[in-house]
């Protein structure tokens, strides 16, 4: 159930290959040994409208969550968390050259109680 969400703002397009950034956040889920390969998804949204602090055109943002379904423990949680925000910060890192940018990340963990699925991936993942 691992789904990480990346929102990334317009301005950034000439600056991120987000081809390249999707692929590696998904690595370092994966390196965390905490989720399976056909749970995990990593998707990127550009967003074409938005303010930020004091709106100058420069200022760009990216802002990752990462829903992830119960039983893994906090310590874990942190653990992966941090791997994953330092991961990102490194492919990140030339927009930090720049005092226009922010990036953001949040693990937020699903109720399972509240939350509904269904995979035909896992059996043939599985089956590897």
Known sequence: M????IE??????SRIDMK???RAVE????KTGLFEIGAV????????????????????FVDMVFRVGQG????????????????ARLELDNLFSSPHFA?????VEIDSGLSWK???????????
């Open 41 to 60: 998804r990593v998707r990127a949204f550009r967003s074409e409208h938005y303010a930020i602090a004091d709106q100058l055109p420069e200022n760009g």
């Open 118 to 128: 269904d995979n035909a991936m896992h059996a043939r993942l599985r089956g590897k």
């Open 72 to 87: 893994r423990s906090r310590a874990d949680l942190k653990t992966a968390g941090d791997a994953i925000f330092n991961r």
């Open 8 to 13: 990334y703002s317009a301005n950034l397009d």
């Open 20 to 22: 390249v950034f999707v």
């Open 27 to 30: 690595g370092q889920i994966l």
């Open 103 to 107: 990036l953001s990340f949040e693990i």
């Open 2 to 5: 691992p789904h990480f969400r």
